[in-house]
C-alpha cells in the first residue's frame, strides 16, 4: 500500500488549499439485455488506490483545518453477493490502498455537500479527460457536469494533466509488473511458434498466443490481439482475424499480455511458412535497422518525435537504397504511424504533453514499420525500452526479433 499512500501525498501536495478533488472508479456499461461490458475501473483511480471495482470514489480534500483522504466503497450485500460475487469489506479497502477513512459510497453527497456549506471550497478536481470531442462523456465527466450544476460557484479543474504526468515515471514496482507482462507475451509468441503453418486460421494464432499468456498467469490481453496475415498485415489495427494463413505470406502479431493492471505491447512479423522470401528478409531487415536505431537514440531529454525522425530517417534511406523510393518525403507511403508511445497502465499509457521530452524511469514503445500494399508485405518489429539515467534498456530483449532466430524457432 505504501506506494498508494505515496502517490496520494504528492497528489495532495498539488492540490491548492480550499480545493478537493474527486475520482470515481467507474460503473459497469450495459452491452444487451442483462450483460454488461467488462468492467475497467478508471485508470487514474487504480493509480491512487490500487482498487479496479465499480461504484467507489476517491476524495483527496483541503477544505478544512486538516487534509483529508477518504475512500467510498460499496457497501457488502450478502443477498447480492450471491448473485454478483463478493464485494470488499471496509477493512480489505484499508489493506489494500491504505486509506484509512473508509466509509460508504451513498454517504459521498452528503459528504460533499457538507464540505460545501461548513468549509471552504473553492475548487474541485475531477478527471476530464476527452480523447475525442465527440467522444460520449466518461462516467466521471458526468459526476463533474453534476458537481457543476449543483455548485456552479465552485471553480472544476481538469485532474489528468495531473496525473498523466505523473503516471509517465514509472517506480520500480511498477517497472517489474510491466516486465513481467512481457515475460509472459515472449512465452505466448513461442507457443505460437512452436506450431505456426500454412493453412490455419488468423484466430488460431491469437488463441495460441492468449491461452499461453493466460496459463501463465496472465489476467487477460493489454488490447485486442491483432494477428494480420499477407494484405491483413498492412492494416495497421486490423482486429478480425479471421482469414486462412497461406504459404509463403507474413503473420504480423500486435499484442501484449496484462499482468496487475499493467500491459506490455509488442509486435513481432513471422514467415507462416518457416523461412522468409529474399525480398521480406530484405524489407525486415530495413525495419529491423530502425527498430535498433530507435534503441541507440532513445534517452533522457529526447521526445517521441525526434524518435519518429531517426526512425523515417532509417527506413527512407533502406527503401531508396532498394530502388522501392526515389526521396525521403516518400516515405510516408510505406509508414504513416509514429514510432513510440508511452507504456503502463494503459497500452497507449496517459502522457501529459505529447512532446514531453524523455526522462529515466519512463517506459516506451519502439515500434518502426513498413506496409507495401502491392506485394502484400505488412512488418512492424515493436519491443518496449525502459528510460534510464544513460539511455535505455531493452526491456523485450529475450523475444526474438532477428529473422535468424525467428527462422530457428519455426525449423521443426
Aim: a negative charge; charged letters at 25%.
Amino acid at each position: 500500500m505504501q506506494q498508494y499512500q505515496a502517490r496520494r501525498a504528492a497528489v495532495m501536495d498539488k492540490i491548492g488549499e480550499y480545493e478537493m478533488m474527486i475520482l470515481y472508479s467507474g460503473q459497469s456499461v450495459p452491452a444487451t439485455m442483462d450483460e454488461c461490458y467488462p468492467f475497467e475501473a478508471n485508470h487514474h483511480f487504480f493509480y491512487l488506490t490500487g482498487i479496479r471495482r465499480e461504484n467507489m470514489a476517491l476524495v483527496l480534500s483541503r477544505t478544512g483545518a486538516e487534509p483529508k483522504e477518504i475512500l467510498f466503497i460499496e457497501e457488502p450485500v450478502p443477498s447480492m453477493e450471491r448473485w454478483t460475487g463478493k464485494r470488499l469489506t471496509c477493512e480489505e479497502a484499508r489493506a489494500i490502498s491504505g486509506v484509512q477513512d473508509v466509509r460508504y459510497i451513498d454517504s459521498i453527497v452528503s459528504f460533499i455537500g457538507r464540505c460545501a456549506a461548513r468549509e471552504t471550497l473553492e475548487a474541485a478536481w475531477f478527471d476530464c479527460y476527452r480523447d475525442a470531442m465527440t467522444d460520449s462523456d466518461s462516467f466521471n465527466m458526468r459526476k463533474a457536469k453534476e458537481f457543476a450544476a449543483a455548485y456552479p460557484t465552485v471553480a472544476l479543474k481538469n485532474a489528468h494533466p495531473m496525473l498523466a504526468a505523473m503516471r509517465m515515471v514509472k517506480d520500480e514496482a511498477e517497472i517489474e509488473t510491466i516486465r513481467r507482462a512481457i515475460d509472459l507475451t515472449d512465452k505466448g509468441l513461442r507457443r505460437v511458434l512452436s506450431v505456426l503453418a500454412p493453412g490455419q486460421m488468423e484466430y488460431q494464432a491469437q488463441a495460441e498466443f492468449e491461452y499461453a499468456i493466460r496459463m501463465n498467469g496472465a489476467e487477460g490481453t493489454a488490447f485486442p490481439t491483432i494477428a494480420g496475415s499477407g494484405i491483413n498485415g498492412c492494416m495497421l489495427h486490423y482486429g478480425t482475424n479471421h482469414c486462412v494463413m497461406e504459404e509463403g505470406s507474413l503473420l504480423l502479431m500486435d499484442l501484449g499480455a496484462k499482468v496487475d493492471g499493467y500491459c506490455a505491447d509488442i509486435t513481432r512479423t513471422y514467415p507462416v511458412s518457416g523461412t522468409y522470401s529474399p525480398r521480406q528478409k530484405e524489407i525486415y531487415d530495413i525495419v529491423l535497422r530502425a527498430n535498433l536505431a530507435v534503441v541507440e537514440a532513445a534517452k533522457p531529454g529526447m521526445t517521441t518525435a525526434q524518435l519518429n525522425d531517426v526512425c523515417k530517417q532509417v527506413l527512407a534511406e533502406g527503401l531508396m537504397a532498394i530502388g522501392k523510393i526515389q526521396s525521403e518525403d516518400e516515405i510516408g507511403k510505406y509508414y504513416m504511424h509514429g514510432v513510440a508511445h508511452h507504456l503502463g497502465i494503459d497500452t497507449h499509457d496517459a502522457t501529459a504533453a505529447s512532446r514531453a521530452p524523455l526522462e529515466p524511469g519512463m517506459i516506451i514503445t519502439d515500434e518502426p514499420g513498413l506496409y507495401i500494399d502491392e506485394e502484400q508485405i505488412g512488418i512492424r518489429i515493436e519491443d518496449d525500452l525502459l528510460i534510464t539515467e544513460e539511455g535505455c534498456v531493452v526491456l523485450s530483449a529475450a523475444v526474438p526479433r532477428t529473422t535468424e532466430e525467428i527462422e530457428a524457432l519455426l525449423t521443426r
